[in-house]
Structure formats: C-alpha cells, structure tokens
C-alpha cells in the first residue's frame, strides 16, 4: 500500500525556519513528479511547489525566494524547506505524488507561523 508520510511541521514565528519531510514507500519514487500543497482554513488546496523526476521545479509566488523543495530519490523523501514564514503561511501542509496515471497524498502536516 503508497504512503506519503510528512514530518516536520510545527509552531514557529515569523521569519523562522521549518524543514519539511515526506518519506514514500511502495512507489517507484523516482519516476514521480512530488508536491508540496497547502490548504489554510476556509481557503482551497494550494500547490505551493513542485519537482519533476528530472529536478525541474515550479513555485507558487509567494513562496519564490522564500521556500526550496529537492528530493532524494535514494531516500525516497521530498524535502520543502521554509525560510522567512509568515503567519499567511500558516496552513495545513499536505505531500502529493503523481504520475500521469496515478496520484497519491499524504495525511498532512500543521505547520503555524505566529505573528
């Protein structure tokens, strides 16, 4: 059975730091294109950032320059790391695999940047 398992959110203030991890099982990691979303009360699932099996990366603005997702595909883990945050940032942080045939989420992490 696929698991995205995420770890590392928490409780920060603003302009501190947090480190995201999602380590994967029972997928060929690799091949997958991996995300990282976000969904804020009463607000949509976001896609926040992307990296291909290639290692092309795609962000949503606000983040650029702010946040940097990598993989380690002998791991099998993604990685978001998250510099300056602030409280907007504050969300429930969810990890994503897909291909084109398929797409897998992890269960979520919380992740709060105080003001």
């Known amino acids: 059975q696929v698991q995205l398992v995420e770890s590392g959110g928490g409780l920060v203030q603003a302009g501190g730091s947090l480190r995201l991890s999602c380590a994967a099982s029972?997928?060929?990691?690799?091949?997958?294109?991996m995300g990282w979303y976000r969904q804020a009360p009463g607000k949509q699932r976001e896609l926040v950032a992307s990296?291909?099996?290639?290692?092309?990366?795609n962000y949503e603005d606000s983040v650029k320059g702010r946040f940097t997702i990598s993989r380690d595909n002998a791991k099998n883990t993604v990685y978001l790391q998250m510099n300056s945050l602030k409280p907007e940032d504050t969300a429930v942080y969810y990890c994503?695999?897909?291909?084109?045939?398929?797409?897998?989420w992890g269960q979520g992490t919380q992740v709060t940047v105080s003001s």
């Open positions: 994503n695999a897909r291909t084109w045939a398929v797409n897998y």
């Open positions: 029972e997928i060929i990691f690799s091949i997958y294109t």
């Open positions: 990296i291909t099996s290639g290692g092309s990366t």
